[in-house]
């Protein structure tokens, strides 16, 4: 045999030291609790009844939304969405999505042309919410559009 002996040695595995990670010194995460909701009594209702939709936004004095709601959100698809029944359920979800900051009283203004006006307006009664008052606010021109130009022959 040679001088140098070429057999591995064993050397004795020792655990590497424990170092105090982020993790184990902060402290566990707590759940960030919900948001209180202020309760708003009086508010409004701006009910936008477009040809292809029906969108219904509750919101308190100062305008600060409080509930969007649109009949695309409950699953109506295509013509569906500006019946006044999808505008009537619209309504409905917007009112139970509302509960929790007990409101009670509402002014409506209403935008547009579509079919859900007058559906929604009925349905914010019929679902507990007492209207104090209707304001038509759909946009009118005052001088309409350009004129075509005069045609050549």
Do not use: W
Not at 78 to 83: A, I
């Amino acid at each position: 045999m040679s001088d140098k002996d070429t057999t591995p040695v064993a050397t004795p595995i020792t655990p590497a030291p424990v170092t105090a990670t982020a993790a184990t010194t902060e402290a566990p995460r707590r759940r960030r609790s919900a948001k209180k909701k202020r309760p708003v009594s009086r508010g409004q209702a701006h009910i936008l009844a477009t040809y292809n939709n029906t969108v219904v936004t509750l919101t308190d004095q100062g305008g600060n939304a409080l509930v969007i709601c649109s009949a695309g959100q409950l699953g109506f698809k295509g013509p569906r969405k500006s019946t006044p029944y999808a505008a009537g359920m619209v309504v409905r979800a917007a009112v139970e999505r509302v509960q929790d900051y007990a409101l009670r009283d509402v002014d409506v203004l209403v935008k547009g042309v579509g079919t859900g006006r007058e559906a929604a307006i009925r349905a914010l009664y019929a679902n507990g919410l007492n209207v104090l008052s209707i304001k038509d606010v759909t946009p009118v021109p005052h001088n309409g559009c350009r004129p075509p130009r005069p045609r050549r022959v």
